[in-house]
């Protein structure tokens, strides 16, 4: 079974923090994701990455930067954490070039709070 | 662009009863897939069913069907007999055959099922 952690499932900052969200897969994807899941609004594709040290903007990057060193490992990064950035992170995970059917697979989630 | 839109932000349902979700979609490509997750009250988000675009029967997974009206551009999910562990958030998202590989999704449809 394909397995994505998350290394938190709640996290408390404060503002103008730099925070670290990390995320790990298990099954060699070439494909992660970072999502923001708010009320209302969905999830919504802050940024994502095909490939280590490859990364590309999604829908919301403003305010968060991302890291892949490796293959298995995708952090998001917020260099200096506001309340608007309060929220649940969703991670997830896919093969590339796969089937178009092929699920992404989502982590635990994080739910950020930042005071 | 591609646009999901889930009209319905809650909704109660007696137990047993089939509930349907709506979830209508926006694209210019031709050859593109839908999915539907349900996310419980713990956060996780969890594949239920996946239709393509060019795929000519309706989506069926146990208990949930995709009933896919591709000229009305909707592809609404079918739950038969509801339990109570279906109450949980309900997201519709579609993928794009070209390009990359990022999914969009709706708002959500907040689901309760009432004993």
């Known amino acids: 079974d394909v397995k994505v952690t998350q290394s938190s499932r709640y996290l408390v900052k404060r503002t103008g923090e730099k925070v670290f969200l990390e995320c790990v897969q298990d099954m060699d994807h070439e494909n992660m994701f970072w999502y923001r899941q708010d009320p209302g609004l969905g999830l919504r594709l802050i940024y994502f990455?095909?490939?280590?040290?490859?990364?590309e903007k999604g829908d919301i990057p403003e305010g968060y930067s991302v890291s892949r060193e490796k293959k298995e490992r995708f952090s998001l990064i917020l260099e200096s954490a506001s309340t608007n950035q309060t929220s649940m992170y969703l991670c997830?995970?896919?093969?590339?070039?796969?089937?178009?059917?092929?699920?992404?697979?989502f982590g635990p989630g994080t739910r950020l709070t930042v005071l | 662009a591609q646009k999901i839109t889930q009209t319905q932000p809650g909704m109660f349902v007696q137990e047993k009863e089939a509930v349907t979700l709506d979830c209508t979609y926006d694209?210019?490509?031709?050859?593109?897939?839908l999915f539907w997750y349900k996310q419980p009250s713990s956060g996780e988000m969890i594949f239920l069913i996946y239709?393509?675009?060019?795929?000519?029967q309706n989506a069926t997974e146990g208990r949930y069907s995709l009933n896919f009206q591709k000229a009305r551009k909707s592809a609404n999910l079918v739950i038969s007999a509801s339990q109570l562990g279906d109450s949980a958030m309900y997201f519709c998202?579609?993928?794009?055959?070209?390009?990359?590989?990022?999914?969009?999704f709706g708002t959500g449809t907040r689901l309760t099922i009432i004993p």
């Open positions: 990455s095909y490939d280590v040290k490859m990364k």
């Open positions: 694209t210019s490509d031709q050859s593109y897939g």
């Open positions: 239709q393509g675009s060019y795929d000519e």
């Open positions: 997830a995970s896919s093969l590339m070039g796969g089937r178009l059917g092929d699920t992404q697979y």
């Open positions: 998202a579609m993928r794009s055959n070209f390009g990359n590989e990022k999914l969009t």
